[in-house]
């Protein structure tokens, strides 16, 4: 057992303090502001709540606490005014993506004691140390009554038989600092956000996770110093904001090497796509093959097949990872309109010909009829997305390979999409200091 889990396991012998006969009836939302300052230090401070102490922690500490609270899912979730809460009876965080501040309510909070910034003291089964005793262990995939000492970067916890102590460590004194950089990483739907992963011979370990808000595309970390000298790649991913697997997600949007600490991120490394779309290209028809009426009919279906192949795939695209999919659009005066998505452009789509179409079969490839309700396609655009899968919004992704005008062209006519990835490429700068 090292020295510091030795003083835990000491002090949490020691008496509560005495109940001075006030209720206590839970956290409230409401009294906790919104966090302020970047996700950087671990800033601590207790405030009197009469028979409770309000450990205040704030910095990167807060930001590790919410993460726990997230990743246990045994906490309430609220979202309110952009703000994401995860609270218990006694601990709350709030979190607007990036930055977080926590507050935890204790019958015994004590500054400065035994080489920790904070230490939280109370009852193993009804304190606010053991709601995140128990959150780190659920955030940490064991039982909290198979444990009895649990660490993590910024907090050190354990229990007896009755009680359980925590301590708030200086995670700061053996920092490395990741510093992230992007050029055109586009702003998620709100229920997702995205996370950094450093990739080591034992595996993915998290930098941190951040929210793109349309204006900023710089991020600093503070991580371990161990973890910064074994690290050999950076990886982004996609995740989803609540309720998130410990583990990355398979949608990875760029990754890279590092190279004496600098890693250029790109969507064509083979840990994120492994492509730039540069080389996509193909077409559509215009037919509804779901209606007897093709000749009256033919310009309210898109149909990405080349009648000229026997029909064949109209469309030639480099296989995607797992975690993203295609998507087929298109765009007239109302917004977008999925036409579906799909993985293999010689395979029928998820929804084969669409909620709108009419009664007969339809052929393989992708594609949609616009029956009932009618809607005619010509003077619109044609677009394929590629798309996060699950996916973090109802409109098109950022990345668009490939996409054209509706031509009045006849029945069955192939049209060509024009290449547009240029326009539609991410890149970044992951560096260890």
Not at 168 to 174: A, H, Q, Y
Not at 228 to 239: G, K, P, Q, R, W
Not at 271 to 283: N, P, V
Not at 397 to 407: M, Q, S
Request: net charge negative; glycine share 12%; hydrophobic share 40%.
């Amino acid at each position: 057992m090292s020295k510091k889990l030795s003083t835990i396991v000491l002090l949490a012998l020691a008496p509560l303090a005495c109940d001075s006969g006030e209720s206590f009836e839970g956290v409230n939302p409401d009294a906790l502001g919104a966090p302020a300052g970047k996700a950087d230090g671990s800033e601590v401070a207790i405030a009197d709540a009469g028979a409770y102490d309000v450990l205040q922690i704030r910095g990167d500490a807060a930001v590790e606490l919410y993460d726990i609270f997230d990743r246990s899912g045994g906490f309430t979730s609220l979202t309110r005014e952009g703000l994401d809460y995860r609270y218990g009876v006694y601990s709350i965080c709030v979190s607007n993506g990036e930055a977080a501040s926590c507050n935890l309510y204790s019958r015994t909070a004590t500054m400065d004691v035994g080489g920790f910034l904070a230490t939280i003291h109370g009852d193993r089964f009804d304190s606010a140390s053991s709601e995140v005793f128990g959150a780190m262990a659920r955030a940490q995939g064991v039982s909290p009554a198979n444990v009895s000492e649990l660490t993590s970067d910024a907090f050190l916890c354990a229990k007896t038989s009755v009680d359980v102590w925590c301590g708030v460590t200086d995670g700061g004194s053996n920092d490395a600092k990741l510093e992230l950089s992007f050029a055109d990483l586009p702003v998620l739907g709100d229920d997702f956000l995205y996370e950094g992963w450093l990739i080591t011979e034992d595996g993915p370990v998290t930098s941190g996770r951040f929210v793109v808000n349309g204006d900023e595309d710089s991020h600093t970390f503070n991580i371990d110093r161990e973890l910064a000298d074994a690290s050999v790649m950076f990886v982004l991913t996609i995740e989803p904001k609540f309720g998130d697997d410990p583990a990355p997600s398979d949608t990875h949007i760029v990754a890279g090497p590092f190279d004496g600490g600098v890693a250029q991120l790109t969507m064509n490394h083979g840990a994120a796509f492994g492509t730039d779309f540069l080389d996509s290209k193909g077409g559509f028809i215009l037919e509804t093959p779901t209606t007897a009426g093709i000749a009256d009919d033919f310009d309210q279906g898109v149909w990405f097949l080349e009648p000229a192949a026997g029909p064949g795939a109209g469309l030639e695209l480099p296989e995607l990872p797992a975690g993203w999919r295609y998507e087929g659009w298109v765009v007239g005066e109302d917004g977008p309109i999925s036409t579906g998505t799909f993985v293999d452009p010689s395979m029928a789509d998820r929804d084969g010909a669409g909620p709108a179409a009419g009664p007969d079969g339809a052929p393989p490839f992708p594609g949609q009829d616009f029956i009932d309700p009618a809607m005619k396609l010509t003077g619109t655009t044609v677009v394929l997305s590629v798309e996060p899968d699950p996916d973090d919004s109802p409109m098109p992704f950022f990345i668009k390979p490939l996409a054209g005008p509706v031509a009045e062209e006849g029945a069955g006519v192939f049209q060509s999409l024009g290449n547009i990835a240029e326009q539609s490429q991410v890149s970044g700068l992951a560096t260890l200091e």
